[in-house]
């Protein structure tokens, strides 16, 4: 069963990390003992893919949950949104021009500063999609801030000397064909003007999404386009040698890797061809009802994975049962409770 939720019933707030507006919603415990979980969406979503898992973790209590409209979505800023004709003079072989705004180090580095603003030293991060990226990010470069690190769907993978391009990984893996056209000029213009089409594709019943849910992505989508979101693309070569000082490095932070095995694009044996050597503390669960769109498709399933997880590094007591209707149940009385505090405001993408 499926809930409707209101965007604008959530407490929405922002933040100034790294010189850009962040606009996040914050929910859940305000205790000083309270865990704080930041998740990290994906291309081309919002914090509302997180809806489900933002009213599960609440209701539990003792988590505070924070979920960002990453840099160039949303509400948040969108450095380079006007750089397209730019795009188009400064092609390079390496996929054209990219604000370096968008550097996954860089983008790590705002959200440590947005723990900084809420007053937190240390957070769990779960990723999904492009999500876990930023995450992985998160636990090399910036260890002592995170307490745990969680990829829904798509691995870590170790970082390279050499430089792993857009055609390496449509090698690896054919359905990431898309990602050529997402890193050619003018590809955003393209994109802005099939946005209705685009979520349409994507954002479906069969997903766990609305026709108020895709009504949300539309707009948002429609306001800021897709110049910051294909940056994270163009980011993959752009920024590589920022990365270099993370070759060999190993990953002390805790990790959880969740992997969907029905994916369509990032399948359980993709998933698992990465070596988990380098990591000091891994384990790899799955979820074998669900596709891409996971955290809507099946929440009932993630939530009870994240719960079990962060009860077992936390020791977390939660009178919570993990049947369905409990959690949809959590779910209605979370909506129906929320109060508005603050608000300021086809192809192979059909499968992201």
């Known amino acids: 069963m499926s809930i409707q939720f209101n965007p604008l019933k959530f407490n929405h707030q922002t933040a100034i990390c ?56 949303g509400e948040t800023d969108k450095p380079g ?6 795009c188009a003079k400064n092609t390079t072989e390496i996929g054209g021009y990219c604000h370096p705004a968008y550097s996954i180090r860089s983008i790590a580095s705002h959200l440590v500063e947005l723990l900084d603003h809420l ?22 470069h910036f260890p002592e801030r995170v307490l745990a690190a969680i ?28 990602m050529e056209y997402f890193v050619t000029p003018g590809a955003a213009s393209e994109m802005n003007g099939m946005v209705e089409d685009i979520v349409n594709d994507i954002f479906t019943d069969e ?35 920022e990365e270099l000082c993370l070759v060999g490095k190993r990953f002390i932070v805790p990790t959880l890797l969740l992997i969907v095995n029905n994916d369509p694009i990032l399948h359980g044996e993709y998933c698992r061809q990465f070596s988990t050597d380098y990591f000091d503390s891994i384990e790899i669960d799955e979820i074998q009802t669900g596709e891409h769109w996971i955290l809507t498709q099946n929440p009932e399933a993630v939530n009870r994975k994240l719960d ?25 009385s979370f909506v129906s409770n929320m109060s508005v505090r603050h608000h300021g405001r086809q192809s192979n993408i059909s499968r992201l």
Not at 119 to 138: E, S
Not at 215 to 239: C, D, R, T, V, W
């Open 18 to 73: 790294g010189g850009f507006k962040y606009h996040y919603v914050d929910e859940g415990s305000r205790d000083k003992d309270a865990i704080t979980v930041v998740l990290i969406h994906g291309f081309p979503d919002l914090w509302y893919g997180w809806r489900y898992q933002i009213q599960y973790l609440a209701s539990l209590g003792g988590y505070r949950v924070i979920a960002p409209d990453m840099l160039g979505y």
């Open 207 to 241: 997903s766990g999404n609305s026709n108020q849910d895709r009504i949300f992505y539309i707009q948002n989508l429609k306001n800021g386009g897709f110049q910051g979101p294909l940056s994270y693309y163009k980011s993959i070569e752009a920024f590589h040698h």
């Open 308 to 332: 079990d997880y962060l009860r077992k590094l936390f020791g977390q007591n939660k009178d919570v049962s993990e049947s369905s209707a409990a959690v949809t149940l959590a779910a209605a």
């Open 151 to 178: 990829a829904i769907g798509n691995p870590f993978r170790p970082v390279t000397e050499h430089l792993v391009t857009i055609e390496d990984y449509i090698k690896e893996n054919p359905a990431f064909q898309y």
């Open 81 to 86: 949104v006007d750089d397209d004709d730019q």
């Open 119 to 140: 007053q937190v030293q240390k957070a769990v991060f779960v990723g999904h999609d492009w999500g876990t990226g930023i995450v992985a990010r998160l636990g090399w």
